[in-house]
């Protein structure tokens, strides 16, 4: 079945992360290794790696995933992109001392240049990234995106044709978000939705290539493209598609990540509703 659990704070030490996805019940967890707002956070302590490797082995999580900077524009140019390659080198060194295994990374924006050209630019990134990281077997997973600010990763052949100029290089995948799909203006809030949107995924990557996934409701609408965050059922797209998700056999030991709201029901909550689904109890 697939594995269950939350994007959760590491205030306080890398290992407090574990200690919080461990309180939860989490069989799979996702953290910032530092803040987003910043391109990369100071060197590692030697003795901050071993204490977070050491708690995540006692806890029994089978996965961990990190996410990448939010400033990072692998489709940019000039000084953004150069910033941009090292801060993903930065975090993919990182999740490798720190035994993450991927990092999920937003393709980066067109802002208002050509679409084409800007998802040259990001597989021409992403080609300098791997080179520079050939030692480390940290996967990279470019996340699915709604469309704001003119961000790739909407359609799905954008991302086919990054991967495709990249020989589908095996340290590649996707990370596929609910609820920026449906701010994409993907209709999965029906089974028969919901099954063609997976579909669609074998079709132009092979389910193989999901690394991972994000789950979350949206307050937008279809269409929208917006990415309002809310509780699992909750808002525009009910449960149904999550339903769908965490007892799909073809995702077995996938990670399946909450990106929902921390108020109201919080992370608590929404694992209960998703284990509910999943027709599980809490382990």
């Not at 890398?14 to 996702?30: D, I, K, N, P, S």
């Not at 809030?189 to 919901?194: A, I, K, V, Y």
């Amino acid at each position: 079945m697939p594995l269950l659990g939350a994007h959760v704070s590491s205030a306080g030490g890398l290992w407090r992360a574990v200690e919080r996805a461990v309180g939860l019940g989490c069989e799979t967890f996702q953290i910032f290794t530092h803040n987003p707002l910043r391109w990369h956070g100071p060197p590692p302590v030697a003795s901050a790696v071993d204490e977070f490797r050491r708690a995540l082995i006692e806890s029994g999580i089978k996965r961990v995933l990190a996410h990448a900077s939010y400033l990072i524009n692998l489709a940019g140019e000039g000084t953004i992109l150069n910033k941009s390659v090292d801060a993903v080198v930065y975090d993919i060194e990182l999740c490798f001392q720190l035994g993450i295994d991927s990092l999920v990374v937003h393709p980066g924006s067109a802002k208002d240049g050509p679409r084409a050209e800007a998802t040259a630019r990001l597989a021409a990134s992403l080609d300098r990234v791997l080179a520079r990281t050939r030692d480390k077997n940290v996967s990279i997973l470019l996340e699915t995106m709604s469309g704001q600010g003119g961000a790739l990763g909407v359609a799905h052949e954008e991302l086919e044709g990054v991967l495709d100029a990249l020989a589908w290089d095996r340290r590649l995948g996707i990370c596929a978000d609910i609820c920026h799909v449906f701010g994409a203006g993907v209709d999965v809030r029906t089974e028969g939705g919901c099954a063609r949107f997976l579909s669609a995924l074998d079709k132009h990557f092979g389910l193989d290539r999901i690394g991972c996934w994000h789950l979350s409701d949206n307050k937008g609408a279809l269409g929208s493209g917006t990415d309002r965050h809310q509780h699992i059922g909750e808002g525009e797209i009910g449960l149904t598609p999550f339903g769908m998700l965490v007892s799909d056999d073809r995702f077995a030991d996938t990670p399946m990540i909450l990106e929902t709201p921390k108020d109201g029901i919080g992370d608590e909550g929404n694992l209960a509703v998703l284990r509910k689904l999943r027709g599980s109890e809490k382990k």
